[in-house]
C-alpha cells in the first residue's frame, strides 16, 4: 500500500472501481477538473485491512483522499473538501433553499441507502439469513430512498436538466452512482421512477459522469 503523501502536490485517490462512495468522488474530481493520482485498494481481497491503508482511513472505507500529508477517509466530506478547494463549477447553489435540498437528497443516498448495502451488510446478510438474501434487502432498501428521492423532487418541482435544476450540483454527484447501481447491479425496476430514469439518461450523456463510470476504471476487469 501507498505512502500517505500525494506525489509532487498531486492529490491521490484511495478506490475501488465498483465503490459507489469512491464513484461520487470521482464524479466531483471530473467536475472540478482536479488531475489526480488513482490508487487501487481492492476490496474483495481485503486490501482496506492492510495496516497501511487503515492508518489513511481508520474505518477501512474507500474512498481516501490524500492531499500532501492531510487524508479524508469520507466520501461526503471528500466532496465538501473539494468544493472548497476548488470553487469553480460550484456543486452547491447559493440560493439556501436548494443548497439545503441538495444536501438532504445527498444524504438520503449516504446514510439512508448506500450504507445499509455495502459489502460488510450483504456478507453478513448471506451468512446469517442465506445466501441471496442480500440482494432482496438491497432492493428493499434502494426502493425505499428512491421513492423518497423521487417524490422529494416533483415536490419540490425543481428538477431541470439534473436534479435540482440546469446545473450538475452535489445531488447528482450523490444520485449518479446510486442510480447506475440500481440499474446494473440489482435491476431496480426504474419505470416506477422517471424522474431518476431520466436523470440516467443525463449522466451517461456528461462526459465527467462518463469517465468515473465503474468499467472505466484502471482496476475494473476488462469484461466489465
Same mark, same amino acid.
Given at each position: 500500500?501507498?505512502?500517505?503523501?500525494?506525489?509532487? +502536490?498531486?492529490?491521490?485517490?484511495?478506490?475501488?472501481?465498483?465503490?459507489?462512495?469512491?464513484?461520487?468522488?470521482?464524479?466531483?474530481?471530473?467536475?472540478?477538473?482536479?488531475?489526480?493520482?488513482?490508487?487501487?485498494?481492492?476490496?474483495?481481497?481485503?486490501?482496506?485491512?492492510?495496516?497501511?491503508?487503515?492508518?489513511?482511513?481508520?474505518?477501512?472505507?474507500?474512498?481516501?483522499?490524500?492531499?500532501?500529508?492531510?487524508?479524508?477517509?469520507?466520501?461526503?466530506?471528500?466532496?465538501?473538501?473539494?468544493?472548497?478547494?476548488?470553487?469553480?463549477?460550484?456543486?452547491?447553489?447559493?440560493?439556501?433553499?436548494?443548497?439545503?435540498?441538495?444536501?438532504?437528497?445527498?444524504?438520503?443516498?449516504?446514510? +439512508?441507502?448506500?450504507?445499509?448495502?455495502?459489502?460488510?451488510?450483504?456478507?453478513?446478510?448471506?451468512?446469517?439469513?442465506?445466501?441471496?438474501? +442480500?440482494?432482496?434487502?438491497?432492493?428493499?432498501?434502494?426502493?425505499?430512498?428512491?421513492?423518497?428521492?423521487?417524490?422529494?423532487?416533483?415536490?419540490?418541482?425543481?428538477?431541470?436538466?439534473?436534479?435540482?435544476?440546469?446545473?450538475?450540483?452535489?445531488?447528482?454527484?450523490?444520485?449518479?452512482?446510486?442510480?447506475?447501481?440500481?440499474?446494473?447491479?440489482?435491476?431496480?425496476?426504474?419505470?416506477?421512477?422517471?424522474?431518476?430514469?431520466?436523470?440516467?439518461?443525463?449522466?451517461?450523456?456528461?462526459?465527467?459522469?462518463?469517465?468515473?463510470?465503474? +468499467?472505466?476504471?484502471?482496476?475494473?476487469?476488462?469484461?466489465?
Amino acid at each position: 500500500m501507498a505512502e500517505a503523501e500525494a506525489t509532487a +502536490g498531486r492529490l491521490s485517490l484511495y478506490s475501488y472501481w465498483r465503490s459507489s462512495c469512491s464513484h461520487r468522488a470521482r464524479i466531483a474530481l471530473n467536475l472540478k477538473g482536479v488531475d489526480y493520482e488513482y490508487k487501487v485498494v481492492n476490496l474483495l481481497k481485503g486490501e482496506q485491512s492492510d495496516p497501511e491503508f487503515v492508518k489513511l482511513n481508520p474505518m477501512k472505507f474507500v474512498p481516501a483522499l490524500v492531499d500532501g500529508d492531510f487524508v479524508i477517509g469520507d466520501s461526503y466530506a471528500i466532496v465538501l473538501y473539494l468544493e472548497d478547494k476548488y470553487p469553480e463549477p460550484p456543486l452547491l447553489p447559493h440560493d439556501l433553499q436548494n443548497k439545503a435540498l441538495n444536501h438532504q437528497i445527498a444524504s438520503i443516498v449516504a446514510s +439512508g441507502i448506500q450504507p445499509l448495502h455495502n459489502l460488510t451488510v450483504l456478507r453478513f446478510i448471506d451468512q446469517k439469513v442465506g445466501a441471496g438474501e +442480500g440482494v432482496l434487502w438491497t432492493q428493499q432498501q434502494i426502493e425505499r430512498g428512491f421513492t423518497a428521492i423521487e417524490n422529494l423532487i416533483q415536490l419540490k418541482g425543481c428538477a431541470g436538466k439534473y436534479a435540482t435544476g440546469d446545473e450538475v450540483l452535489l445531488a447528482d454527484v450523490f444520485l449518479a452512482p446510486q442510480i447506475y447501481v440500481a440499474i446494473e447491479r440489482t435491476k431496480i425496476d426504474m419505470s416506477n421512477y422517471p424522474t431518476l430514469a431520466r436523470l440516467h439518461s443525463e449522466y451517461m450523456a456528461h462526459p465527467a459522469f462518463v469517465a468515473a463510470l465503474p +468499467g472505466r476504471q484502471p482496476d475494473a476487469p476488462s469484461s466489465s
